[in-house]
């Protein structure tokens, strides 16, 4: 089945410092990937739709200049926060889709961030 | 993005005991996948739902899909341990729009 490879799956920064998340279709192509945010115990929360050659979509209250999204090609997309802050701390997820809606949406592992 | 209710949010059961978890909507949606997810790791998909009525089993888990295509259901029996986890439904809206219930944490006690 498609796989989502996510990584790097936790990492530790310092305030002020910027940390890149990369989610990477190994076995298909996404023109479409998307960027999660979780808390335990809760559910997803959409933080913005990426899209392949343009600029991403993102969710109202989201801040673009802080969570950069990069899709350069077909099979990767990154997310960067930007001088992260504690309260940036979380559970960031990817996800994409391998052809027609019936297929489901493959999650990456995850990564978790904590901003010391 | 469309509102997907999910209850209960949280369930702890014996094991061997049976349970059922719930997502509705007053909206229709094209699809409907349920997933399920361990701490620390992403979502996994469980099973996709498209034609209203459809019932679909996975050896002792039941998903059923409402006529109308506004509400689905989940009904695990004889829940074993490794049936822990959070369970999650999306509802799809044409290609992308996704619609994310709350989520539903089981815990299957020994």
């Known amino acids: 089945g498609a796989v989502v490879s996510q990584h790097p799956s936790r990492v530790i920064c310092k305030s002020g410092t910027s940390v890149k998340i990369e989610c990477r279709s190994l076995?298909?192509?996404?023109?479409?990937m998307f960027w999660y945010r979780q808390f335990p115990k809760q559910s997803l929360m959409l933080m913005a739709t990426?899209?392949?050659?343009?600029?991403?979509?993102?969710e109202q209250g989201v801040e673009k200049d802080k969570f950069l999204i990069n899709h350069a090609s077909l099979t990767l997309s990154t997310l960067t926060v930007t001088s992260a802050h504690p309260e940036d701390s979380s559970f960031y997820i990817c996800?994409?889709?391998?052809?027609?809606?019936?297929?489901?949406?493959?999650f990456g592992s995850g990564t978790r961030l904590t901003v010391v | 993005t469309q509102l997907l209710e999910q209850s209960p949010q949280f369930l702890s059961i014996q094991e061997g005991e049976n349970l059922t978890v719930y997502c509705n909507s007053s909206?229709?949606?094209?699809?409907l996948q349920w997933y399920r997810q361990e701490p620390g790791e992403g979502p996994v998909l469980l099973v996709t739902?498209?034609?209203?009525?459809e019932v679909k089993k996975l050896k002792r888990l039941t998903f059923q899909f409402g006529d109308a295509r506004k509400d689905s259901s989940l009904h695990i029996t004889a829940a074993q341990p490794g049936d822990t986890g959070l369970y999650l439904c999306?509802?799809?809206?044409?290609?992308?729009?996704?619609?994310f219930g709350a989520g539903t944490t089981v815990t299957v006690r020994a």
């Open positions: 739902v498209v034609t209203g009525g």
């Open positions: 076995d298909f192509q996404a023109t479409t």
């Open positions: 990426s899209n392949e050659g343009s600029k991403a979509t993102y």
């Open positions: 996800s994409a889709r391998d052809g027609w809606a019936g297929n489901g949406y493959t």
């Open positions: 909206s229709v949606f094209s699809s």
């Open positions: 999306v509802g799809g809206v044409g290609d992308y729009k996704l619609s």
